[in-house]
C-alpha cells in the first residue's frame, strides 16, 4: 500500500521533469519509527517496489538490497522537527530551484489560496555543503518555521502529514515559482496587504495546518 503510493509519486516527479538523472528523493514515515524510502543512485522513473528500503532514523537499512540517498538527513530532519508529518519530498524542480541557486527567496504572500494552504511564507535554509555540520539543524528550523523550504544554492524540500500532502505542496510550491518568474517582465508580483496576509493566515491557522512557529 504505501510502495505502491511511493512508486506512483516516484512516476509523478519524474513526469512532471521535477527531476534528472538520480535527482530526488522521498520517504514515508512508518509504524515503529521506521521509514520507506526511495534508493540512492536510481532515475525515479525507474524504481521498482523490490528497489525500495525500509530504514530507521538514523539511516540504518532494515530491510532492501540498496543504499540509502546521503540527503536522508534533510528528511531526518524534518521528521524529527514535526512528529506529525508522514512524508517528506526532495526534488530540483526547475523554477523553485531556479529561486534557489539564484539566491533569491521565493515570496508566498502574492497569492491568497496558496497562503491558505501552504502557510504566509516558505522557509529558506542557507547554503550548505551536502552533509556539511549546521545543516541538519538548519533544516530543523525551517520545519518548525513552515510547510515547505528552499535549500539556497541547491533545491526545494516540502513535507505534509502523507504523501499526498507533500506532492501537492510540493506542486504548489513549483507552481508559485513558476508564476513568480513569469510576472518578472510584468514587473513582478505585487504582495499583498498586511491585514489580507493575516487573515488567510489565521485560515491558515484554523485548517490545522500551520507549522508550531505560527501557533500563538
Ligand atoms: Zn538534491
Not at 512516476?11 to 535527482?23: E, I, M, R, S, T
Not at 532514523?57 to 521528521?79: M, P
Not at 530551484?97 to 533569491?104: K, N
Not at 545543516?135 to 518555521?145: L, N, P, W
Request: some cysteine; proline content about 7%; glycine content about 8%.
Amino acid at each position: 500500500m504505501s510502495a505502491e503510493e511511493l512508486l506512483r509519486a516516484c512516476q509523478w516527479l519524474d513526469q512532471k521533469g521535477f527531476v534528472a538523472n538520480h535527482d530526488g528523493n522521498i520517504s514515508m514515515r512508518l509504524p515503529g519509527n521506521r521509514f520507506l524510502v526511495t534508493p540512492t543512485a536510481f532515475r525515479k522513473g525507474d524504481i521498482g517496489s523490490a528497489d525500495l528500503l525500509v530504514i530507521d532514523i538514523d539511516g540504518k537499512v532494515l530491510s532492501g538490497r540498496h543504499r540509502v540517498f546521503s540527503e536522508w538527513q534533510l528528511h531526518r530532519a524534518v521528521f524529527q522537527a514535526r512528529p506529525g508529518m508522514g512524508a517528506v519530498i526532495h526534488c530540483h524542480a526547475p523554477s523553485s530551484t531556479a529561486f534557489a541557486v539564484s539566491g533569491r527567496e521565493l515570496a508566498i504572500d502574492f497569492m491568497p489560496e496558496a497562503i491558505v494552504s501552504l502557510g504566509p511564507k516558505i522557509a529558506h535554509v542557507p547554503y550548505h555543503r551536502p552533509g556539511a555540520e549546521g545543516m541538519s539543524q538548519a533544516v530543523h528550523d525551517a520545519a518548525r518555521a513552515a510547510n515547505a523550504a528552499l535549500l539556497m544554492g541547491h533545491g526545494p524540500l516540502a513535507w505534509g502529514l502523507d504523501l499526498t500532502m507533500a506532492l501537492a505542496r510540493m506542486e504548489l510550491l513549483e507552481h508559485l515559482a513558476s508564476i513568480a518568474l513569469r510576472s518578472v517582465p510584468l514587473g513582478g508580483p505585487t504582495r499583498l496587504p498586511p491585514e489580507e496576509i493575516e487573515a488567510l493566515s489565521d485560515k491558515h491557522r484554523r485548517a490545522g495546518l500551520a507549522a508550531p512557529s505560527l501557533l500563538p
